[in-house]
């Protein structure tokens, strides 16, 4: 059972795109969204299976491979941890979402989304699966060029913008990353995960200079894929000229992928390296402050949105810095809050652009009472962001806070705690100018948000509240896992 | 299980009232009368318990040193029972006076829901738990502030959110101190333990702006845009007792603080008392004046709470139940003016006492009771927080307050003078509706009759006096 | 070792040639030329059977169709370019250059001169690379592969239905 | 029995507002009731209970006490209580407010009776404020148009109370213990000094000494007249005299020729002299009387202040005068305003002839008021005069002075308003009604008795409450006193048939004083009230409050526009930063690898 799901990750986006193109042309065109929800909902139920499975088993790993032999010395293969998997089901959430949100936002002739979600989802299952540093690097190509295609797709030429620079700020981080696995390569002749824990435990790389030098390489080029602050200017700019539905499948779960689970995977290899964590720290830090001291300066929705999604990175960037397994937790904890609350406020923003017809803050104002439903999930959305109790956002920060207060970053705790009133400030903003106030005589006619976009909106803030009103007792169900 | 009941059906219940809205307007406030008064009933049970001696109590140990636990004892059980009498008389009052208005729906959710944070809060025993519902009151206070929904109250209601939820994450972060000294969050372990001066100051950050302090106060007459039933519930009687109430769960029942607060708390209460009375002095907002006389009094019961002697404690807490009524009965009187004057300037105001004379005796016998005139109750709260601040060897403070509490005479004095009496401008105008002069007059009624029956409250207070020093 | 470097300037001219010059055609000359230099690198560095593969594939096979496809489409797309004239793109591009440049120079230094001593002629044959610890990305490369097919129907065709 | 003493006063006030229309059963009702309450008062007196109840609130107790100092208050008002109730009953006849006036005016007795009964000290302080209710409803009845008048009283009343409670608060704190009974010498030093001085301006300002006197004169033009008879008339002033007669002579160890009893005369003097000059120009006789009443009190205050046996016996005694005079008085004038319409003595004259009861009996209380020898009001002087003088002749000037000018200004008072020529507004001036009239008669012959029987008023009685040994009735001591006040009375008249003849009328008597060179500053800057302390007061705390309103404005400020306007522009200079031109951000890119580089490795 648990190997069937394990294939899936992989073929199954395969089996898909294949299926897709060769029945009939109009006849998918007209259904490509019921492909991609298919795909979407097989990666959903496969992580929920193997999720179970894995934690009856305490929490363990199972190895294997596709149509060849891993038992052969040196022969790599496909692993499958906890962490892996619930990450997996981090991105059939988001796809679920971004599905929803597609089948009202694109229209049949640009039907090949299925095909590109398909080999997106694919690449981000291979970067988790992998166990070796080039096939991550390989797997994270595939998705970068995936997500510059899905950018570019919906736009006219003249506005190929911001994809450009999604795929030229991309190139430069494979740039890093290739020269840092260059680097250790040369050091350490094999770039195969056990193999690497294994060297950095005899110390031999800590004093190395050239190892250092890859170290920043690294951190770098992942960074970039996270969208920290000195990296992060593609991201807004991608945001806006991509298509809603991608905006939630980018801001929602590749720079997770992409990113923090990059820095994740070479913090856990190269634990040795003890200023790895203050630069997480830093970044962590300078990203959190800046990305919300710009998001309260945006006058379009999804740029708020967008660096709201940079400031948030800078939360899970803290909570790794710690080093910690509570801190591990911490930041699986925000990912899974952050890519429910960003996706709900997209789902906002799509709501918002096919009823209103606009984007820009100046224009919008006083829709609560147009649309209720997706002003009290944007209201929600807020509370969640904002670390307000009831909501999974303010379960996952409570986690980072207590994590960084264990690990001794006393200042860093404060630091983020402080920040956060940032991160409400600009959200009061964007609730007062798009939903609050008096209604604009343009906006009179305004219904409220139809189909899968409102079903997607009411399922992401029922999962907003429900799973924070359950948080004691996933805590509880930690503890006793000894996880906490 | 009654505990459940108490803080579970205003906290569930609230969400069904939009809901009940669309079928019809009265069944809907009908039922968050009903919600509340449950509360009141359970509270009235769990008092009888506290009197009986038990202690009712439930628990939940999670990881990570948290914990969900709710613990009945004195002093919950007296601030329950204030805020849901008062919360019940202003839900009666709103019925009269929020029927033409729109989105009710959500008015009367965020009431109920208020209601319901207030009870989880007095009854929770975790400093986690504390935070989570003194977080669901910034959430209900800044809807309730921003019901108008115009571009200004828009921007005093985040104002409002903006420094309750700061000073909420100062106080988290105190709490963390705490945490990282004690290794618990758990108020029941913290019982006697010395709390660490830094942490301690960052959790009263958070007590002051939450009960809108000196500098910390703005958000509180910025508030008064709101519907008057509002600001009395938010800004009289309940929301702002949180801050008073916490100061006294934590730093005075339960944990030791250091000697430096006995002194440093009551210097900032008396700055604040001054300088808000000073202000009160000079406003021309008729709910502006009122809020600032909030801010002065609170600075009496965070006086009464944190000089450190028993009188002064019992006091405080008396002090805290008086004014709640009171100044609840002042708001509501303040809304019937503004509601049938249509102005909240006091300048254009005056001799409304012929038009309008069941409003002002309401007016004056609740003023009378914040002055602290004697048959009402406010005297007893204001004598023994004046004496027990001479008792903790503190009279240049008590002389400071005698100076506040002659300002505060002055400034209501002025209210009530510019308001009702003098020559009559508003000559056609009739009484206000039936349901709000019986709120309005209920409750003015009972902080004279509390005057007389004083000494079933005091005895409360001094059980949990007895409890703390 | 002053082969390596030489071959890799020379690359590196191709290269910035390729992205600098006005028309498609000459663009794809530059890429053969930057591909074929890169071979030479391959090669000098001792990894034969890479310098065949970049050799043949890159610079013979991709420039063909390179060519061939632009010279017979005469699509728009010729002067695609010159709407990305991004003066202010080119105008930085030096300065870009120098910059990546100083940062090369000073990881050289940094890395204490001639630290890259070449690899030992892997006596792994294709065979077991591909099959062997390359074997994950095998499905990286089906992954590439589709992506790419789909990128260029998506993007082109859009041209065409704009218009 | 002590319940009695409140349950009668609050059912009389019931019953009378609920029959205020019908006069003869609200008459008959308010002497049955007040006769009822003296005879309970005086059971309790032979008594001398001492009840406690338990039903108290924290830092209460319910502790009751009739001493002997408390037997001889409460009798005083009991007995003045029966006078006062006919009078108003009378005076309130057909009223609007009538009804209300009542119930007041019986709540503040049973306040009152409370106040002189306590033994706990916060006890005490609960009656005490409680008369500042009934003070404000009463001034409010009648004229809610023009309420500068109760506002006043409240604000001057609430403060002086106020100080109270700190008083009481520091003694006790300094005592240990709440009960008056227990409190022996307490020391006045440090904070001891401070809660006796508060203690001590409470109950004066209660009294109506000089800070907290100025609502008295307002009260006079606008509040009816029985309230000033009840109030500042009688029951104030025993209510304050009481407590402050406890503290000088028990409470605290209050030796004479101390700073503290230096300073309790000097504020007796100077409320004397003030009190006593504004009177002597005083052009309507209501208003002319509420200044003689402040004066009365400085010389209490003076008695009390000496510290010395016959001091405090003087002062109790002219406490006692004073109450039958000084309501005499006030109920003359309530009479004159009701039957010859108006007190202005402007348009009043020749009255002797139409209302010769009246007349007789004020002339009487002028007599006694003036300290004419033979009067009581003579002998209750002359103990004040000749304790004034055994502390410091300072003093005794001062009250000589003071009696100069009293009785220049009742010769005044008596001459324009009964003898000369008849004028008043309403034609036909008759006699007031017995409930008007029979109060005043009594109260007259109350003074003829103590003037000719001194030794039962004083010595038996204050004596007996306050343990004085040697009797101060037998005669004046020194003849020499004697002379000098009688020389001043003989200057006085001189000074007003003087002034008569100079000015051409009696009422004109007093005005060549009122335009002497150094008093006509004195008296133009008291017109444009500059001396009342509420002036002061007032104008202390306005200013005070526009300071504290500009610093909360600057603390909005910052709230408001200043923090936000901070973050609003670091936003603005951040996004300037990010302009969308790509080359940019590779820099960026760069910038950040070198700077993460950097960090690296100096971490």
């Not at chain 1, 799901?5 to 109009?26: E, K, S």
């Not at chain 2, 300002?407 to 009702?420: A, D, G, K, P, Q």
């Not at chain 4, 029987?453 to 037998?474: H, M, N, Q, R």
């Not at chain 4, 007093?510 to 009342?532: I, N, S, T, V």
């Amino acid at each position: 059972m648990l190997s069937v799901c394990a294939h899936g990750f992989i073929l199954a986006p395969i089996a898909v795109v294949l299926i897709y193109n060769l029945l009939g042309r109009d006849f998918a065109r007209r259904h490509f969204v019921w492909f991609a929800g298919a795909g979407t909902v097989w990666q959903l139920g496969s992580a929920f299976a193997a999720f179970a499975l894995l934690w009856r088993t305490g929490g363990g790993s199972y190895r294997f491979s596709i149509f060849w032999d891993m038992r052969a010395p040196g022969a790599a293969y496909f692993e499958l941890s906890t962490l892996k998997v619930f990450l997996l089901l981090m991105i059939g959430l988001v796809s679920l979402v971004s599905v929803l949100v597609a089948r009202q936002t694109i229209d049949a002739n640009r039907s090949s989304y299925a095909n590109l979600l398909m080999i997106l989802m694919l690449g981000m299952n291979g970067m988790l699966l992998v166990t070796d540093l080039f096939s991550l690097y390989v797997f994270m190509e595939v998705t970068g060029i995936c997500c510059f295609v899905m950018i570019a797709m919906f736009r006219s030429r003249a506005d190929l913008e911001g994809a450009f620079k999604y795929l030229v700020m991309s190139e430069m981080a494979s740039i890093f990353l290739l020269t840092g696995f260059a680097f250790l390569f040369m050091r350490t002749g094999s770039l195969r995960y056990e193999d690497l824990q294994g060297l950095t435990a005899t110390g031999g790389l800590l004093e190395d200079r050239l190892v250092g030098v890859a170290m920043v390489l690294l951190l770098s080029g992942f960074s970039i894929k996270t969208g920290a602050v000195p990296f992060h200017s593609w991201l807004p700019d991608a945001h806006q000229s991509a298509d809603t539905s991608v905006s939630v499948l980018l801001s929602g779960i590749v720079i997770k992928i992409a990113g923090v689970y990059g820095l994740m995977t070479v913090c856990r290899l190269f634990e040795g390296f003890s200023s790895m964590r203050t630069v997480l720290a830093v970044l962590g830090a300078v990203s959190i402050l800046a990305g919300a001291l710009l998001a309260a300066r945006q006058g379009h929705f999804k740029r708020v949105v967008a660096y709201s999604s940079v400031s948030q990175m800078g939360y899970i960037l803290l909570a790794l810095s710690t080093g910690t397994t509570l801190g591990l937790i911490g930041a699986l904890a925000h990912i899974l809050s952050h890519a429910v609350f960003k996706t709900t406020l997209f789902a906002n923003a799509a709501a918002l652009h096919e009823q209103a017809g606009t984007l820009e803050l100046d224009e919008m104002g006083g829709l609560e009472e147009r649309m209720p439903k997706t002003a009290l999930s944007s209201v929600i959305a807020f509370l969640s962001l904002a670390g307000i109790p009831p909501t999974l956002g303010f379960w996952s920060k409570l986690l980072i806070l207590l994590a960084l207060w264990q690990s001794g970053k006393q200042g860093l705790a404060a630091f983020a705690l402080l920040a956060s009133i940032f991160t409400s400030a600009y959200m009061l903003r964007l609730q007062k100018k798009a939903f609050f106030g008096h209604i604009r005589d343009s906006l009179t006619d305004v219904r409220e948000a139809t189909g899968t976009v409102l079903a997607a909106e009411l399922l992401l803030t029922a999962l907003t509240v429900l799973i924070g009103c359950a948080y004691p007792f996933i805590l509880s169900a930690l503890g006793a896992q000894g996880l906490l | 299980m009654v505990l459940l009941i108490c803080i579970g059906t205003p906290l569930l219940g609230a969400f069904l009232l939009p809901l009940l809205g669309k079928r019809s307007a009265k069944l809907r406030n009908g039922t968050s009368l009903a919600l509340v008064l449950v509360s009141l009933v359970c509270a009235g049970l769990l008092t009888a318990a506290v009197v009986r001696g038990q202690a009712p109590s439930l628990r939940m140990e999670l990881p990570l040193g948290l914990s969900l636990g709710l613990k009945a004892d004195a002093l919950s059980v007296f601030m329950a029972l204030t805020s849901c009498a008062v919360t019940a008389a202003i839900i009666i009052y709103s019925m009269g006076y929020m029927k033409h208005y729109d989105h009710l729906g959500e008015f009367y959710m965020m009431v109920t829901f208020f209601l319901g944070a207030m009870m989880g809060l007095v009854f929770s025993t975790s400093l986690m738990e504390v935070y989570l519902f003194w977080e669901f009151s910034s959430l209900c206070s800044w809807r309730l502030i921003g019901f108008y929904r115009d571009p200004e109250s828009n921007r005093r209601a985040n104002k409002a959110f903006i420094i309750t939820v700061l000073g909420a994450l100062m106080m988290l972060l105190g709490f963390l101190g705490i945490y990282g000294a004690t290794g618990t969050f758990d108020m029941e372990a913290l019982r006697g333990v010395g709390l660490p001066t830094w942490a301690t100051a960052l959790v009263l950050v958070g007590i002051l702006s939450k009960s809108a302090t000196f500098p910390l106060h703005s958000w509180l007459p910025d508030a008064g845009i709101a519907p008057s039933p509002v600001s009395s519930l938010l800004h009289a009687a309940v929301l702002v007792k949180i801050g008073v109430y916490f100061y006294a769960r934590l730093f005075v029942v339960t944990a030791v603080v250091a000697p430096v607060f006995h002194v440093a708390v009551p210097v900032i209460a008396a700055v604040s008392a001054l300088i808000s009375a000073g202000c009160a002095m000079v406003e021309t907002d008729l709910k502006r004046v009122v809020a600032y006389s909030t801010i002065s009094q609170l600075a009496f019961m965070l006086l009464g709470l944190s000089c450190g002697s028993r009188t002064a404690f019992v006091g405080g807490m008396l002090y805290i139940m008086t004014h709640s009524v009171a100044k609840a009965g002042l708001f509501l009187c303040c809304g019937i003016v503004e509601h049938t004057v249509h102005t909240k300037d006091i300048t254009k105001m005056g001799g409304l006492v012929k038009v309008m004379p069941v409003t002002a005796a309401a007016f004056m016998l609740s003023a009378l009771s914040v002055m602290g005139i004697p048959p009402f109750s406010g005297f007893f709260a204001k004598y023994l927080v004046i004496s027990g601040a001479v008792e903790a060897g503190q009279p240049l403070v008590a002389a400071v307050f005698i100076l506040g509490a002659v300002m505060t005479v002055l400034y209501l004095l002025r209210l009530f003078r510019m308001v009702f009496l003098g020559s009559c401008t508003f000559p056609e105008v009739r009484e206000g509706s039936p349901a709000m002069l019986g709120a309005a007059v209920g409750l003015a009624s009972l902080s004279l009759l509390l005057g007389f029956v004083m000494a079933w409250p005091s005895a409360l207070a001094t059980m949990i006096g007895g409890a703390a020093l | 070792m002053t082969l390596v470097l030489i071959f890799a300037g020379l690359e590196l001219t191709f290269g910035i040639y390729a992205v600098a010059s006005k028309s498609i055609l000459r663009s794809a000359i530059g890429l053969a030329l930057a591909s074929a230099m890169l071979s030479t690198v391959f090669y000098a560095l001792g990894a034969q059977l890479a310098s065949v593969f970049e050799l043949s594939v890159c610079s013979g096979l991709v420039t063909v169709i390179f060519i061939s496809g632009v010279s017979l489409s005469h699509s728009p797309k010729l002067d695609l370019q010159g709407e990305y004239r991004d003066r202010e793109r080119n105008r930085y591009l030096p300065a870009l250059l120098i910059g990546g440049g100083a940062v090369m120079l000073a990881l050289g230094f940094l890395l204490g001169g001639g630290g890259l001593e070449f690899a030992a002629d892997s006596a792994q044959s294709a065979q077991e690379v591909l099959w062997g610890s390359r074997q994950a990305e095998v499905w990286g490369q089906i992954a590439a592969i589709l992506c790419g097919g789909v990128a260029v129907t998506v993007l082109f065709r859009e041209e065409r239905r704009d218009r | 029995m002590m319940l009695w003493l409140f349950i009668l006063p609050l059912g009389a006030g019931c019953l009378l507002w609920l029959f205020r229309r019908n006069y003869a059963l609200s008459l008959v009702l308010a002497l049955g009731f007040s006769a009822a309450h003296f005879a309970v008062a005086y059971l309790l007196c032979q008594a001398g209970a001492d009840i406690s109840y338990s039903f108290a609130p924290y830092g209460f107790g319910l502790w009751f006490r009739a001493d002997a100092i408390a037997q001889l208050y409460l009798l005083l008002s009991a007995g003045m209580f029966i006078l006062l109730a006919l009078y108003t009953t009378g005076f309130c006849r057909d009223k609007s407010w009538g009804g209300a006036y009542q119930f007041c005016l019986w709540v503040s007795l049973a306040m009152l009776d409370g106040a002189l009964l306590s033994d706990h000290l916060a006890l005490t302080l609960f009656f005490w404020e409680g008369l500042l209710c009934t003070l404000f409803g009463m001034l409010l009845l009648r004229n809610t148009e023009k309420p500068q008048t109760a506002i006043k009283a409240l604000t001057v009343a609430g403060t002086a109370d106020l100080l109270l409670m700190l008083g009481i608060a520091l003694t006790i704190h300094a005592a240990g213990t709440a009960r008056l009974s227990e409190m022996h010498h307490l020391p006045i030093s440090g904070w001891g000094a401070v809660g006796c001085a508060c203690l001590l301006a409470g109950s004066l300002g209660k009294a109506g000494c000089v800070p907290f006197h100025s609502w008295i004169p307002d009260a006079a033009a606008d509040a009816p007249t029985p309230f000033l008879a009840a109030f500042p008339g009688s029951l104030e002033k025993i209510a304050g005299i009481s407590l402050a007669s406890r503290i000088v002579t028990g409470l605290y160890d209050f030796h004479h020729g101390s700073a503290a009893s230096i300073c309790v005369m000097t504020v007796g003097a100077v409320t004397l002299l003030y009190g006593v000059s504004m009177a002597l120009i005083q052009k309507d006789m209501k208003r002319l009387l509420s200044w003689h009443a402040i004066s009365q009190v400085g010389y209490i205050v003076l008695g009390l202040g000496s510290g010395v046996a016959v001091g405090v016996a003087g002062g109790v005694y002219h406490l006692l005068n004073n109450v039958l005079y000084k309501s005499g008085l006030f109920m003359a004038a309530g009479i004159l305003e009701r039957q010859a319409g108006t007190t202005d003595l402007h348009n009043l004259g020749g009255l002797g002839r139409k209302l010769p009861l009246t007349t007789v009996s004020t002339i009487i209380f002028a007599l006694s008021i003036a300290g004419f020898p033979g009067t009581n009001g003579f002998t209750s002087k002359e103990l004040i005069f000749d304790a004034a003088l055994e502390i410091h002749p300072a003093f005794y000037i001062a009250a000589l002075v003071g009696a100069f000018m009293t009785a220049a200004s009742f010769l005044k008072l008596t001459r324009s308003a009964f003898f000369g020529k008849f004028a008043a507004p309403q034609k036909d001036v008759r006699e007031a009604g017995p409930a008007a009239l029979l109060p005043t008669v009594l109260l007259a012959a109350g003074c003829l008795v103590c003037a000719f029987f001194p030794v039962l008023p004083l010595d038996k009685w204050i004596g007996g409450a306050y343990g004085f040994e040697e009797s101060f009735a037998a005669m004046p001591k020194s003849p020499v006193l004697v002379g000098l006040s009688c020389g001043v009375l003989a200057l006085a008249v001189l000074d007003h048939v003087y002034g008569s003849r100079k000015e051409g009328s009696a009422l004109k008597a007093a005005d060549h004083l009122h335009y002497a060179p150094g008093m006509k500053q004195y008296y133009a800057c008291a017109e444009r009230g500059a001396l009342d302390p509420y002036r002061w007061l007032m104008g202390g705390v306005d200013a005070f409050s526009r300071g504290c309103a500009w610093v909360e404005s600057g603390v909005s400020w910052l709230c408001d526009t200043g923090i936000p306007g901070a973050v609003r522009n670091i936003g603005d200079t951040l996004s300037r930063f990010n302009t969308g031109s790509l080359s940019r951000y590779l820099a960026l890119a760069v910038c950040g690898l070198v700077a993460v580089g950097f960090i690296f490795y100096l971490a």
